[in-house]
């Protein structure tokens, strides 16, 4: 069968013309085309036609090759562009390339024409179609799928710019932070249907009275903030004066008045904080304080932040975790889809607090990372992971171990130091320790973190992106990271809706593309497993698969419980 092919020619002989044609035909294609000769001609070639290929020969009097390149590139347009040289030496293919084209193709050696545009026209397919995932994964990243409002990540990046122009030119910023009073009284009473059409209805009220340049974003729940790039304290109240009464006016839901109220937070840059995550802190600490009060608002004062005693006796008890040896891993396996081995395990912290219980790791991260205790934990878990790791080498269950790294571990200039030490002491191989590091983490300095996981890769350690499609990376950024694994958050995966998938599947694909292996987090049951498998996924973790497994656990399971379910259970998923 033959294919069709539109090709815009620029030359100025008709034998140059037959020379392609036949010589396309003779390769599958049904060419249709057009014949220019001139720059002006190019330009309006192309906004009158599509075309899948520019094929342009280099001996026309009036036209050169750059020229024509130029106009290509102005035209925005991703089309192929191949020259056809006349000389017999490959010289001027050289020089055409240089000017951009694609591939140069000597007329004495007409057979490699078909080929040329063959792969060209893959390469732009390839690219269109990243481009389009692109703009669907930004979306998807950026955007709250109930609402359409900007969410946590826009609103962070957002944030993150404002506050470094504010900066420079030394004016302040405003964050308010809105939580709806009687939200989950409507849920209870009307159902979760009207809950969401009730959010659904806030972003276009609180829009009405703001400026152009204001952003407002659902955060989740029944929380939306707004960010005032030019507000200072007494300008963001007098704001918050006036969405309050906005907000005490009922919404009008499917026939029904909703009266529901908002408590609202305000925290200012610089004077409350001068990076993103800071102020959203404040921010919604500053909300806290205004549920009750009788204002109905707050603005944010250090002293909110000490009227926290819970918070405070924690940090002094994590001081001591360490040395008390309160601190534990339990260890999550990840099975391979295709075999059902067990290649690698993950290492999830936990604190057996003498008092409170066994607390899960975000429970206390958040503050160990604002204490400055985080090195210190990090150190002690990686010590306890490696030794993890040269235990299940000893009974001859060599897997890999992975370890969480937050923030501020990434920017420990003594990290990988530390690391390679602790590789050393316990004789394991830099392959079997594998860091998982949070997409947003990587986000927060992309520059310095690419920097850092290049010493780490250098070393032979692997790298894993944790929590994928929860903060936004760019391609072009994927692509500089070598990166071993992506891990899909368990969010996308726990309830995969038809546009949970197509999160899913472009991931797998976008990650696949670049060599990278895919996990999927949260598997709890045979369905998504299977599901997973069909769409492509390498490797999945999660209740289903195992509980998690304490120290004494994991060889054993290793030894006994792993090799038969991979026979048994884990591979059929195929
Ligand atoms: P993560 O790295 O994304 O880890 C996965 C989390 O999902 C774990 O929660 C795990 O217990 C949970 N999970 C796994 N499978 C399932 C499932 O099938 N269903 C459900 N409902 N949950 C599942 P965990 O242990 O509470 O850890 C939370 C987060 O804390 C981790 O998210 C990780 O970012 C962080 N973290 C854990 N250990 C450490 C550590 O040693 N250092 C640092 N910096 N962070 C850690
Ligand atoms: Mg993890
Ligand atoms: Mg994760």
Same mark, same amino acid.
């Given at each position: 069968?033959?294919?069709?092919?539109?090709? @815009?020619?620029?030359? =100025?002989?008709?034998?140059?013309?037959?020379?392609?044609?036949?010589?396309?035909?003779? #390769?599958?294609?049904?060419?249709?085309?057009?014949?220019?000769?001139?720059?002006?001609?190019?330009?309006?070639?192309?906004?009158?036609?599509?075309?899948? %290929?520019?094929?342009?020969?280099?001996?026309?009097?009036?036209?050169?090759?750059?020229?024509?390149?130029?106009?290509?590139?102005?035209?925005?347009?991703?089309?192929?562009?191949?020259?056809?040289?006349?000389?017999?030496?490959?010289?001027?293919?050289?020089?055409?390339?240089?000017?951009?084209?694609?591939?140069?193709?000597?007329?004495?050696?007409?057979?490699?024409?078909?080929?040329?545009?063959?792969?060209?026209?893959?390469?732009?397919? /390839?690219?269109?179609?990243?481009?389009?995932?692109?703009?669907?994964?930004? =979306?998807?990243?950026?955007?709250?799928?109930?609402?359409?409002?900007?969410?946590?990540?826009?609103?962070?990046?957002?944030? /993150?710019?404002?506050?470094?122009?504010?900066?420079?030119?030394?004016?302040?910023?405003?964050?308010?932070?809105?939580?709806?009073?009687?939200?989950?009284?409507?849920?209870?009473?009307?159902?979760?249907?009207?809950?969401? @059409?009730?959010?659904?209805?806030?972003?276009?009220?609180?829009?009405?009275?703001?400026?152009?340049?204001?952003?407002?974003?659902?955060?989740?729940?029944?929380?939306?903030?707004?960010?005032?790039?030019?507000?200072?304290?007494?300008?963001?109240?007098?704001?918050?004066?006036?969405?309050?009464?906005?907000?005490?006016?009922?919404?009008?839901?499917?026939?029904?008045?909703?009266?529901?109220?908002?408590?609202?937070?305000?925290?200012?840059?610089?004077? =409350?904080?001068?990076?993103?995550?800071?102020?959203?802190?404040?921010?919604?600490?500053?909300?806290?304080?205004?549920?009750?009060?009788?204002?109905?608002?707050?603005?944010?004062?250090?002293?909110?932040?000490?009227?926290?005693?819970?918070?405070?006796?924690?940090?002094?008890?994590?001081?001591?975790?360490?040395?008390?040896?309160?601190?534990?891993?339990?260890? /999550?396996?990840? %099975?391979?889809?295709?075999?059902?081995?067990?290649?690698?395990?993950?290492?999830?912290?936990?604190?057996?607090?003498?008092?409170?219980?066994?607390?899960?790791?975000?429970?206390?991260?958040?503050?160990?990372?604002?204490?400055?205790?985080?090195?210190?934990?990090?150190?002690?878990?990686?010590?306890?992971?490696?030794?993890?790791?040269?235990?299940?080498?000893?009974?001859?269950?060599?897997?890999?171990?992975?370890? #969480?790294?937050?923030?501020?571990?990434?920017?420990?200039?003594?990290?990988?130091? #530390?690391?390679?030490?602790?590789?050393?002491?316990?004789? %394991?191989?830099?392959?079997?320790?594998?860091?998982?590091?949070?997409?947003?983490?990587?986000?927060?300095?992309?520059?310095?973190?690419?920097?850092?996981?290049?010493?780490?890769?250098?070393?032979? %350690?692997?790298?894993?992106?944790?929590?994928?499609?929860?903060?936004?990376?760019?391609?072009?950024?994927?692509?500089?990271?070598?990166?071993?694994?992506?891990?899909?958050?368990?969010?996308?995966?726990?309830?995969?809706? /038809?546009?949970?998938?197509?999160?899913?599947?472009?991931?797998?694909?976008?990650?696949?593309?670049?060599?990278?292996?895919?996990?999927?987090?949260?598997?709890?049951?045979?369905?998504?497993?299977?599901?997973?498998?069909?769409?492509?996924?390498?490797?999945?973790?999660?209740?289903?698969?195992?509980?998690?497994?304490?120290?004494?656990?994991?060889?054993?399971?290793?030894?006994?419980?792993?090799?038969?379910?991979?026979?048994?259970?884990?591979?059929?998923?195929?």
């Amino acid at each position: 069968m033959h294919r069709s092919l539109r090709i @815009l020619i620029i030359s =100025h002989s008709d034998d140059d013309v037959t020379l392609i044609i036949r010589e396309l035909h003779r #390769n599958g294609y049904e060419p249709t085309y057009e014949r220019v000769e001139t720059a002006a001609a190019v330009t309006q070639a192309l906004v009158k036609k599509i075309w899948d %290929v520019i094929i342009a020969c280099d001996t026309i009097p009036h036209f050169d090759i750059s020229s024509g390149l130029k106009t290509l590139e102005n035209s925005g347009l991703d089309i192929p562009f191949i020259v056809i040289s006349g000389a017999t030496s490959e010289e001027i293919a050289v020089a055409s390339m240089k000017a951009g084209a694609l591939d140069c193709i000597l007329k004495g050696n007409m057979a490699r024409l078909a080929p040329a545009i063959e792969r060209e026209l893959g390469v732009v397919e /390839q690219r269109q179609y990243q481009t389009r995932m692109e703009g669907t994964l930004r =979306h998807v990243h950026y955007y709250d799928p109930l609402t359409d409002l900007p969410n946590l990540t826009f609103l962070k990046e957002r944030l /993150q710019k404002t506050i470094i122009t504010a900066h420079h030119e030394s004016r302040s910023i405003a964050l308010l932070m809105i939580n709806l009073n009687r939200f989950s009284e409507i849920t209870e009473t009307f159902g979760h249907q009207y809950g969401d @059409l009730l959010l659904k209805e806030i972003g276009p009220r609180i829009r009405g009275i703001l400026h152009e340049s204001d952003v407002i974003g659902r955060l989740g729940g029944d929380k939306f903030a707004v960010l005032l790039p030019t507000a200072d304290v007494e300008a963001a109240t007098q704001l918050t004066r006036t969405l309050l009464r906005e907000m005490e006016t009922s919404f009008l839901v499917e026939g029904v008045h909703l009266y529901i109220g908002a408590s609202i937070g305000i925290a200012v840059f610089p004077d =409350h904080g001068e990076y993103a995550d800071l102020l959203l802190r404040r921010a919604d600490i500053a909300m806290h304080a205004a549920k009750k009060s009788d204002l109905g608002y707050a603005t944010y004062t250090s002293a909110m932040d000490r009227a926290n005693p819970k918070r405070l006796a924690l940090a002094t008890e994590l001081k001591h975790a360490i040395q008390k040896e309160e601190l534990f891993l339990l260890y /999550q396996p990840k %099975v391979e889809l295709k075999t059902g081995h067990i290649g690698s395990v993950e290492a999830l912290l936990r604190w057996q607090h003498p008092e409170r219980g066994i607390l899960p790791p975000d429970e206390f991260i958040p503050l160990a990372e604002r204490s400055g205790l985080i090195n210190p934990m990090t150190l002690w878990v990686l010590g306890a992971a490696i030794s993890q790791c040269h235990v299940c080498r000893q009974v001859g269950k060599p897997i890999v171990v992975a370890v #969480n790294l937050s923030t501020r571990s990434l920017k420990d200039p003594k990290i990988i130091d #530390n690391i390679s030490n602790l590789l050393k002491t316990h004789a %394991v191989p830099s392959q079997y320790l594998k860091l998982e590091i949070t997409e947003s983490t990587l986000m927060e300095d992309p520059r310095r973190s690419l920097e850092i996981i290049k010493r780490l890769k250098r070393m032979g %350690v692997r790298i894993s992106i944790d929590d994928f499609g929860t903060g936004y990376s760019s391609l072009s950024y994927l692509k500089k990271l070598p990166a071993d694994e992506i891990k899909i958050d368990k969010s996308f995966i726990m309830d995969m809706d /038809q546009e949970g998938i197509v999160i899913v599947r472009s991931t797998i694909d976008l990650a696949h593309n670049l060599g990278i292996t895919v996990v999927a987090e949260g598997v709890e049951s045979r369905d998504l497993m299977d599901q997973l498998a069909g769409l492509g996924c390498d490797e999945v973790q999660g209740n289903y698969i195992s509980d998690l497994l304490s120290s004494d656990e994991l060889p054993l399971w290793l030894i006994d419980t792993a090799p038969k379910n991979a026979k048994t259970i884990w591979r059929t998923a195929l």
